[in-house]
Nanobody, 126 residues
Framework: VQLVESGGGLVQPGGSLRLSCAAS????????IAWFRRAPGKEREGLLC????????YYADSVKGRFTISRDNAKNMVYLQMTSLKPEDTGDYYC????????????????????WGEGTLVTVSS
């Protein structure tokens, strides 16, 4: 599956932004899709994931209560809704996919994701 992110940009602290991940080349139905972030000077980290049954898993405590993930299989789209944004949320955001499940591998293996988008930049600043 090929993945393309969109929706990044500049947002003020406390603001909201929705990122989109468009899938092509294969039906999204059988994939788990996750969002990752690479903050400046840091390693890429997993944030949260949604599996083929629409159940979500948080990889990062820092985004619980602020970020949610959703999917529309009919449109081959996955979304990341971000609220109460903080400057430390700044970074490149990537969507990634693997068959069916969100777990099974640890963060050191980037949760087993094998398809990646190119990323979209989010900057949280006043």
């Amino acid at each position: 599956v090929q993945l393309v992110e969109s929706g990044g940009g500049l947002v003020q602290p406390g603001g909201s932004l929705r990122l989109s991940c468009a899938a092509s080349g294969s039906t999204l139905n059988n994939y788990a899709i996750a969002w990752f972030r690479r903050a400046p000077g840091k390693e890429r980290e997993g944030l949260l994931c949604i599996n083929s049954a629409h159940s979500s898993t948080y990889y990062a405590d820092s985004v619980k209560g602020r970020f949610t993930i959703s999917r529309d299989n009919a449109k081959n789209m996955v979304y990341l809704q971000m609220t109460s944004l903080k400057p430390e949320d700044t970074g490149d955001y990537y969507c990634a996919g693997r068959p069916l499940y969100c777990s099974g591998y640890g963060p050191e293996d980037e949760y087993g994701m094998d398809s990646w988008g190119e990323g979209t930049l989010v900057t949280v600043s006043s």
